[in-house]
């Protein structure tokens, strides 16, 4: 099974020795999102676990550990976009983030480590010209370093609109999509950098753009060195390619709080569940009440499994 180091928050960032925590135990509990009593038991051992995919903006809590995940395929989603404080409040200087992305690099490989520019958001301080230039800036100091770009544009969740209401968003029509679709995927080929979209509706194909898969099964048959087999994700979103996985992170955790995030709604409920958070609990926030109904998930390996074919000679 794919397991997701999470879509919903930065474990990585934030909750690196809880997860490793939970590795040694060999298990994690993970509360249903729409109803704290419908706990899963996810297995973590390296006989269910095919991959592990981290996604965060800033791993470098991890970066001394590594070795610790010596039995596991994985591989990252690392976020660096060229917003400031205003927008991405709880971040450490870029150049820090970007050194740290290239020490990841040198560490796993640069097919492991998938750079994602997104969301690109438009305002008045955050142009098209804004984008470009630091796109620029961000392919020179990663090519040697990745050899794929995710990106994505803001998408107008209720959640989102709510806590971005102060950044007075322009909203991007297909034209501009087109122009910054053009534009960015240019940038990339002159650095030898595939840009791919992750969950949007339009077709940039015309410029070379693909659209991109997350958590890709072609990118994890290479890494674990054999053909998987796996469904798409059908409770992502209509255009995500991603293949089907178990997410193990909390909505409302996450305390980078950028303004643009629909993982975090509601800012007063992550301050509270950080807090709560222990780190030899099974849970990501707190510790089991004694109401929960817990249910081990079925887990399976997605990897094709040897055939020996035995020939019967007639004589």
């Known amino acids: ?56 903006k800033d791993p470098l809590p991890m970066m001394n550990r590594l070795k610790e995940l010596k039995d596991y395929p994985y591989y990252f989603q690392f976020t660096i976009t060229p917003y400031k404080r205003d927008i991405e409040v709880n971040m450490r200087k870029k150049k820090d983030i970007i050194d ?21 958001l438009i305002n008045e301080n955050y142009n098209k010209e804004y984008h470009y230039e630091w796109f620029q800036k961000f392919l020179e100091e990663l090519s040697d370093y990745t050899k794929k770009c995710m990106i994505s544009f803001i998408d107008p969740y209720k959640n989102t609109r709510k806590n971005a209401k102060s950044l007075k968003l322009v909203k991007l029509e297909e034209r501009d999509l087109f122009q910054l679709g053009e534009k960015l995927a240019n940038l990339g080929k002159k650095h030898n950098i595939a840009i791919e979209t992750c969950s949007e509706a339009i077709d940039l194909s015309a410029y070379g753009i693909k659209r991109g898969k997350c958590i890709d099964e072609n990118l994890i048959s290479k890494i674990v060195g054999s053909n998987v087999y796996v469904n798409r994700d059908n409770n992502q ?12 992170g909390q909505y409302n955790t996450c305390i980078h709080n950028c303004l643009y995030c629909y993982a975090n709604y509601n800012y007063r409920e992550v301050n509270k569940n950080y807090k709560k958070h222990l780190e030899k609990s099974p849970l990501l926030v707190g510790k089991l009440i004694g109401d929960e109904r817990i249910t081990s998930r079925e887990m399976k390996s997605i990897k094709e499994k040897t055939r020996t074919v035995q020939l019967k000679l007639n004589i």
Not at 22 to 50: A, M, T, W
Not at 237 to 248: A, P
Request: proline content about 4%; aromatic content about 16%; some cysteine.
């Open 100 to 120: 740290t992305f290239k020490e990841l690099s040198t560490q796993i490989g640069k097919e492991r480590v998938i750079w994602r520019y997104d969301p690109i």
């Open 1 to 56: 099974m794919i397991i997701s180091v999470s879509r919903r928050t930065d474990i990585p960032s934030f909750y690196s020795d809880w997860f490793f925590n939970r590795l040694k135990e060999g298990y994690v509990y993970v509360k249903n999102p729409f109803n704290r009593k419908q706990i899963s038991k996810i297995k973590l051992n390296p006989h269910v676990v095919d991959c592990f995919v981290f996604w965060t």
């Open 237 to 248: 979103r209509d255009f995500c390619g991603c293949m089907k996985s178990i997410d193990i």
